[in-house]
């Protein structure tokens, strides 16, 4: 009788870890994709952020070279242009 009831209580710990198991692995799932997400949304801004400081850094030179504003932006443009190319060529490479 005693093993009938010890066999039956270890059964029933062996299913409770299972369960504890099961959620754990979905729980370690979520928390992964949420890592990849983050580290998807983390490239993107940091991204984002270096267009942004190439646009200032483009927006001072060319206000500090070109005196009026149409040279100044045809001078934006340009560098615009070349930075597009410079990263187009970088991404290539990476490839």
Known sequence: ???TSLLNAV??????????????RA????????VRE????????????Y????????????GSIAADSSAATELKLRINDYLREIDRCIAYLKD
């Open 1 to 3: 009788m005693e093993t």
């Open 11 to 24: 059964t029933q710990r062996v299913s409770v870890l299972l369960a504890e198991h099961t959620a754990l």
């Open 27 to 34: 729980q370690l799932s979520a928390a992964q994709q949420r």
């Open 38 to 49: 983050l580290e998807d949304q983390l490239a993107e801004q940091t991204d984002r952020l």
């Open 51 to 62: 267009d942004l400081q190439s646009q200032e850094s483009i927006t001072r030179i060319a």
